[in-house]
């Protein structure tokens, strides 16, 4: 199989991920052999995947609180520490706990104020943009120990072309568990003069450990090219599809491919069509030229002339001597009816 046709490179703006204000997917399947990819053993933190919502209180190490059989005797520089990663429903449920803890951990609910109204500034949300009032902004909430906030920071540092202090942050971020922070910091190792792609691939599996499918992503990358890591195409294909179950729509396409060429999974096409067809709802231009010749094999031409159409508007050079065969093929009242549909078509969103 050649490289550069059936894994095609990232194309995306930027490889960085930004802190959503949403949950990460819940998934308690083990679906990874740690000892093919020679990392040491990780701490419970990073074994436990972020999804599970039983009690945040059961976040906190047992041996702290058995000591005293008081929630309020656990050190507070300990608690900021161990909350420094939890998104709002978990900083609220852990401000509930009891008045101490309301009190250890007001300056992480202030970090989350500033952490919206950055993004706020940054996106123009209500406001008028401004980087630098959103930089001011996650900065702030980086120093009172948001390791969300450490994200968002340094992927403006990023993006400003000051990448030092960018993996700074994301390297304080990872530190605290983050894993939007884990899987940047090991884009950084990835894209260093000279990469460091043993350094990242310990880095993504922690991320990908506690759902990130970005990093799930990576990970499969690597697994798949023997970057920093033995070649697996068996666990390769299982974190692409653990990636695409997770949203990640570049992992839905070759998810679709580790099906259809029986890479890493037993050949099953009908797999390869479902995720093929996934991929090109959520976007994916390849997915989506496929997927109208697919569509146009089996005669279904109107609907292939849409994904054609979508795929061709998406700069997929390929698609545009199909684009013209189904056009003729058509009536004139179908192909206007087909082009109505890809004006009015939007990518699917992941919704967790």
């Given at each position: 199989?050649?490289?550069s046709?059936t894994?095609p490179p990232?194309?995306?703006?930027?490889?960085?991920s930004?802190?959503?204000?949403?949950n990460?997917?819940?998934s308690n399947?083990k679906i990874f052999?740690?000892p093919?990819l020679f990392?040491p053993?990780?701490?419970l933190?990073?074994q436990r995947?972020?999804?599970?919502?039983?009690?945040?209180t059961?976040?906190m190490?047992?041996?702290a609180?058995?000591?005293t059989?008081k929630?309020?005797d656990?050190?507070?520089?300990v608690?900021?520490?161990l909350?420094?990663?939890?998104?709002?429903?978990e900083?609220w449920?852990?401000?509930?706990?009891?008045r101490?803890w309301?009190?250890a951990?007001?300056p992480l609910r202030?970090?989350?104020?500033l952490?919206?109204w950055g993004?706020r500034?940054?996106?123009g949300?209500g406001?008028?943009?401004?980087?630098?009032r959103a930089?001011?902004s996650f900065?702030?909430g980086?120093?009172?120990?948001s390791?969300?906030?450490?994200?968002?920071a340094?992927?403006?540092?990023?993006?400003?072309g000051?990448?030092e202090?960018g993996?700074?942050?994301?390297?304080?971020?990872a530190e605290?568990g983050?894993p939007?922070?884990?899987?940047n910091?090991g884009?950084?190792?990835l894209?260093?003069d000279p990469?460091?792609?043993?350094?990242a691939?310990k880095?993504?599996f922690?991320?990908?450990?506690?759902?990130?499918?970005?990093a799930q992503?990576s990970?499969?990358?690597c697994?798949?090219?023997?970057?920093?890591v033995?070649?697996?195409?068996?666990?390769?294909a299982?974190?692409?599809?653990?990636?695409?179950?997770g949203g990640n729509?570049r992992?839905?396409?070759?998810?679709?491919l580790?099906?259809?060429?029986g890479e890493?999974f037993?050949?099953?096409l009908?797999y390869a069509r479902?995720?093929l067809?996934r991929a090109a709802?959520?976007g994916?231009?390849k997915?989506?030229?496929?997927h109208g010749?697919?569509?146009?094999s089996?005669?279904?031409?109107?609907?292939?002339?849409?994904?054609?159409e979508?795929a061709?508007?998406?700069?997929?050079?390929?698609?545009?001597?199909i684009r013209?065969?189904?056009v003729q093929a058509l009536?004139?009242?179908?192909?206007?009816?087909?082009?109505?549909?890809a004006?009015?078509?939007?990518?699917q969103h992941?919704?967790?």
């Amino acid at each position: 199989m050649e490289s550069s046709k059936t894994w095609p490179p990232p194309s995306l703006p930027s490889r960085f991920s930004p802190v959503p204000h949403r949950n990460p997917p819940s998934s308690n399947k083990k679906i990874f052999a740690k000892p093919n990819l020679f990392i040491p053993a990780l701490s419970l933190q990073h074994q436990r995947g972020r999804g599970e919502r039983a009690n945040v209180t059961s976040k906190m190490p047992a041996p702290a609180l058995q000591s005293t059989g008081k929630f309020a005797d656990l050190p507070f520089d300990v608690l900021a520490r161990l909350a420094a990663a939890f998104d709002i429903p978990e900083l609220w449920a852990a401000s509930t706990v009891c008045r101490p803890w309301r009190e250890a951990l007001r300056p992480l609910r202030e970090a989350m104020v500033l952490l919206r109204w950055g993004k706020r500034f940054k996106h123009g949300r209500g406001v008028r943009p401004d980087p630098k009032r959103a930089l001011e902004s996650f900065l702030k909430g980086a120093e009172r120990g948001s390791a969300a906030a450490m994200v968002d920071a340094g992927l403006m540092y990023w993006e400003m072309g000051r990448k030092e202090e960018g993996k700074s942050l994301y390297a304080r971020a990872a530190e605290l568990g983050h894993p939007a922070g884990q899987c940047n910091l090991g884009i950084c190792f990835l894209e260093a003069d000279p990469a460091e792609p043993e350094e990242a691939v310990k880095w993504f599996f922690r991320a990908a450990e506690l759902g990130n499918a970005r990093a799930q992503y990576s990970l499969a990358l690597c697994l798949h090219k023997g970057r920093g890591v033995k070649c697996n195409l068996r666990e390769a294909a299982r974190w692409y599809l653990r990636a695409a179950e997770g949203g990640n729509v570049r992992a839905m396409y070759n998810a679709s491919l580790c099906y259809a060429t029986g890479e890493g999974f037993t050949r099953d096409l009908r797999y390869a069509r479902i995720w093929l067809k996934r991929a090109a709802d959520y976007g994916h231009r390849k997915a989506q030229f496929e997927h109208g010749l697919e569509l146009f094999s089996s005669g279904e031409t109107m609907k292939a002339l849409v994904y054609v159409e979508l795929a061709f508007r998406a700069g997929e050079t390929a698609a545009s001597h199909i684009r013209d065969v189904i056009v003729q093929a058509l009536s004139q009242p179908l192909r206007d009816c087909a082009m109505t549909s890809a004006d009015k078509w939007r990518p699917q969103h992941f919704h967790r």
